[in-house]
């Protein structure tokens, strides 16, 4: 949540910025704002609303190169106070200037003493208190850093901060603690970023900084000067990775959207999600080592959204594929319901992004605890990939649709595999088992070529399911996590209400809903339960639910049916159907006006808890 950018350099300062905001608007999109220092002139634009707004209000704003500057820039998902100008960030001081991502928790103690100060605030965020705080601290303490230091100390919570001020002109100080910040550089430049995005193709090399780290960087002397300190006020060392992702992979590609696009790349993606990992008639992954699994006895997975999904369908493969005890927890209420964490569980957590803030404290407590923790994660060199014991990546290449397509189906085909891995090294499969669990995994990439046909329908189907009070995804077993993911894409992006439900749950209440305004999507699996679902599914066509079915068998009930092909494997209907929930949330998105990247009060990476 929240985007943040610094540069110091002598190039296009204005372009630098928008275009770093650009690569991280996926992380809000409420307001932006930049601030730009030249020697100690500062200008400031913020706006309301998409990066184009800024985009305007900044066109007569000209920062030509070969004079060295100062900036920061934020794009803002709200956490307090509404998407307002005065609540955008940059935030000010007297004459210092803020961008932060997180949230400061105790920021009212700390406005209430500053206020009995003097100080006045004119905006209702938690940030603004950090310009002010670090003023008020260089009153007592000449020196800035020493000053940036103690306030820094005084702040409970989350964040990645960039603080400019009138005094230092040539300096950004920064500070990171649970949200995400990255450092780039050359000889005469420096960029941060929330993410490498906004760094690729302008650093060659990046830091990674970890939590409790602060400094302060500048450029003198066309040279650039970096110090990192950690909480005790010592020098840190500076490890640089290089900086290596193509960014063609980022844009739409003649595609209406960038997750129409992603769901097309599915096929692709999952392609290399496999490539090198089955081999020689068994799964091999090379970046765990086997010893992971000894004495392992249960799996605790946690993790949020379509990556909690993800999470409780592979608990139905841990359990009946590896025959390993599988718990799967929501991180947010894991993070708070005291645990009872066990040495011997394998503690796994799944995220696209690797920065989801509750997913990334959970792994913290596990690791704190002993467990043996691996992410499945889809952004190499994230926190969660850091710090975690073990990584599998997803290879779902940049997923810039706010809602998740191609990085849930990696997630799918990874955690499959790893059920079948665990399962060869406990020997709780037949070797004829693997050999066709094998051969199905080879096959996902062709059953995901979407059917140009298919598209057509759903386009044509969407505008009955645009009204109505309601709908219910319903499924049985690993179609009811598929069944959450189809009810989560269609709210997340169309508005309208809809629930993923257990089908044989609905007559314990939901039935009650049950009129021709409601709208049924059921997921019919011929090779699961099936005669189980038709009856639900009777249930609640007695009850005149409208019903869309989605399966291999006709179903004369059906008041729509979607048919997909003949399987022999369920999780060949799992990934059909996953295409098809995937496509008609997206269609219905479209014929309702809305902006299907960008929906309404969402954001792609939610690093705040
Ligand atoms: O990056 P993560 O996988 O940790 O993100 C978790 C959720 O925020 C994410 O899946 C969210 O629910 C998506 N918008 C779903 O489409």
Not at 139 to 151: C, H, M, N, P, R
Not at 201 to 220: C, K, R
Not at 282 to 287: A, L, N, Y
Request: proline share 2%.
């Amino acid at each position: 949540m929240c985007g943040i950018v610094g540069y110091i350099g002598q190039k296009n300062i204005k372009e630098v910025l928008i275009n770093g905001l650009s690569e991280l608007e996926y992380r809000g999109y409420d307001s932006a704002g930049i601030a730009i220092m030249q020697e100690s002139n500062l200008s400031i634009y913020k706006s309301i609303g998409k990066l184009n707004n800024l985009i305007d209000k900044t066109k007569d704003l000209k920062t030509d190169k070969n004079i060295l500057r100062v900036g920061i820039g934020h794009t803002r998902w709200a956490t307090h106070g509404k998407p307002t100008e005065l609540n955008a960030h940059p935030h000010i001081g007297e004459f210092s200037f803020v961008v932060h991502n997180g949230i400061i928790e105790n920021y009212k103690k700390i406005k209430d003493k500053l206020e009995k100060n003097g100080h006045k605030f004119i905006s209702q965020t938690d940030t603004e208190v950090i310009a002010h705080l670090f003023e008020y601290n260089l009153e007592k303490q000449s020196d800035a850093l020493k000053a940036f230091q103690i306030t820094i100390n005084e702040l409970e919570g989350a964040y990645a901060i960039l603080l400019i001020t009138k005094s230092e002109n040539n300096r950004i100080f920064f500070a990171k603690n649970g949200s995400p910040l990255i450092i780039g550089y050359t000889e005469d430049e420096i960029y941060f970023g929330s993410s490498d995005a906004p760094l690729v193709g302008l650093a060659n090399e990046v830091t990674y900084f970890n939590d409790n780290e602060f400094g302060v960087v500048s450029i003198y002397n066309n040279t650039n000067s970096i110090e990192i300190y950690n909480k005790k006020f010592e020098k840190v060392d500076i490890i640089k990775k290089s900086l290596s992702i193509n960014k063609q992979f980022a844009q739409k590609g003649g595609f209406r959207f960038f997750m129409e696009k992603e769901v097309y790349e599915q096929s692709r993606v999952i392609s290399e999600t496999i490539m090198g990992r089955v081999k020689d008639e068994k799964i091999e992954f090379e970046e765990l080592n086997k010893t992971l699994f000894d004495n392992i006895e249960n799996i605790t997975i946690c993790a949020c959204g379509t990556s909690f999904h993800a999470g409780l369908a592979s608990s139905y493969l841990f359990e009946r594929i590896s025959k390993v005890p599988t718990k799967v927890e929501v991180a947010s209420e894991f993070r708070y319901k005291e645990p009872l964490l066990n040495k011997n569980t394998l503690f796994i957590v799944i995220s696209q992004s690797g920065e989801t803030a509750d997913t990334l404290e959970a792994l913290k407590m596990a690791k704190e605890a002993g467990l043996k923790t691996l992410v499945i994660c889809n952004v190499d060199n994230s926190s969660m990939v850091r710090l975690a014991d073990f990584t599998i990546l997803t290879r779902a290449g940049i997923e810039k649709g706010v809602a998740s397509t191609k990085a849930f189906a990696t997630q799918m085909v990874v955690l499959w595999m790893l059920s079948l891995y665990i399962a060869n090294i406990k020997k709780s499969i037949s070797k004829e088992f693997l050999e066709k669990e094998l051969k199905a995994i080879l096959t996902i990439p062709s059953i995901l070529k979407i059917d140009n046909n298919l598209h057509e329908k759903l386009k044509r189907l969407s505008k009955r399911y645009l009204h109505g009070h309601g709908f219910f995804f319903i499924g049985r077993d690993i179609f009811y996590p598929l069944a959450l993911e189809g009810a989560l894409k269609l709210k997340e992006i169309s508005y309208l209400h809809a629930e993923g439900y257990p089908a044989g749950e609905m007559k314990h209440g939901p039935i009650a809903l049950a009129d021709s305004e409601l709208f049924t999507i059921a997921l019919m699996p011929k090779n699961i339960l099936y005669e189980k679902m038709k009856s639900n599914v009777e249930e609640l066509s007695a009850r005149d639910s409208t019903i869309l079915a989605i399966s291999a068998y006709e179903f004369e009930i059906a008041d729509d049916f979607i048919k997909i092909k003949e399987q022999n494997h369920y999780m060949f209907e799992f990934f059909e159907m996953m295409i098809v929930l995937q496509l008609l949330a997206m269609e219905i998105a479209i014929r309702l006006g809305n902006d299907v990247d960008m929906p309404r009060n969402l954001a792609k990476s939610v690093t705040v808890e």
